[in-house]
C-alpha cells in the first residue's frame, strides 16, 4: 500500500470519527490505566460493567490499597482472569504510592515497570491520558494493519513499528482509537463488513465480502 492510498483511508476514518476515545470508562490518568489493565483478554463492555461499580468506591492507589486484593476481587469478578489481576492492580497501586506520589507516571519505563502493564497499556496511557503520539497494537488493530495491508507485520511490535513509520504525524495521535474501532465493528474477524466499510475501495485485502454472498 502507497502513502496517498494510506492518507485517504486515514483522512476518511478522521471525517467520520473526528474526536475518537477509547470505549473504556475513566475520569483520569489512574482510572484508565486500571481499566486497561482490566481489559486484557476481556471487553471494554465488560470492564466497564464492573468499574462502573468500583469507581465510585475506589478510583485512586491509596483507595484500592485499602481495598485490598479481596476486596478487589468482588468487583472485578465478572472479569477474566480476574484474581490475577486483582493482585497486580493492588501492587501497581502500592509502586504509585511508594514511587510515584500515588501519580501515574508520564514515562514508559516507569510505567512498563508496574505489575500487569505491558508495552501495550502503557501505550495506550501514554496516548489517551497524555496524549503521547503512540500506537497500541491489540487483535483488532492487528488485524485491519495486516488484512488491509495498511501496515504488515508478523507480530503486534512489528505492525506497532510500521504504523509509527508510515502514519503522518497530524494522525499518530488519533489512529490507535480508529483502526481499533475500525476492527471491532466493521473490519471484524470471521466476516468482515466490508460492504457498508468507508475504506472499502482503498483496502488491498483480496478476499472481501459483500452481504448477498
Not at 21 to 33: A, H, I
Not at 110 to 117: H, Q, R
Request: aromatic share 8%; net charge positive; charged share 25%.
Amino acid at each position: 500500500m502507497n502513502k496517498d492510498k494510506r492518507r485517504q483511508i486515514l483522512e476518511r476514518l478522521r471525517a467520520e470519527n473526528p474526536h475518537p476515545k477509547t470505549e473504556l470508562n475513566y475520569s483520569n490518568p489512574f482510572e484508565l490505566l486500571v481499566a486497561v489493565t482490566l481489559s486484557a483478554q476481556a471487553t471494554d463492555v465488560s470492564v466497564n460493567k464492573a468499574t462502573d461499580k468500583l469507581f465510585p468506591v475506589a478510583n485512586t492507589p491509596a483507595a484500592i490499597v485499602a481495598l485490598g486484593v479481596d476486596g478487589l476481587k468482588q468487583y472485578i469478578k465478572t472479569i477474566g482472569l480476574y484474581n490475577n489481576k486483582a493482585v497486580n492492580v493492588v501492587a501497581l497501586s502500592q509502586i504509585l504510592l511508594e514511587k510515584y506520589q500515588g501519580e501515574v507516571p508520564e514515562d514508559r519505563e516507569a510505567l512498563e515497570s508496574l505489575p500487569g502493564v505491558g508495552r501495550k497499556t502503557a501505550n495506550v496511557v501514554l496516548n489517551t491520558a497524555f496524549g503521547w503520539p503512540t500506537i497500541a497494537v491489540d487483535t483488532h488493530i492487528f488485524r485491519v494493519s495486516n488484512r488491509t495491508k495498511f501496515a504488515v507485520g508478523k507480530d503486534v511490535v512489528e505492525v506497532e513499528h510500521k504504523l509509527l513509520k508510515v502514519v503522518p504525524a497530524e494522525f499518530k495521535v488519533d489512529v490507535h482509537h480508529w483502526l481499533i474501532l475500525h476492527g471491532r465493528y466493521t473490519c471484524i474477524a470471521r466476516k468482515p463488513r466490508c460492504g457498508s466499510c468507508i475504506i472499502e475501495d482503498l483496502c488491498e485485502f483480496k478476499d472481501k465480502i459483500y452481504p448477498e454472498e
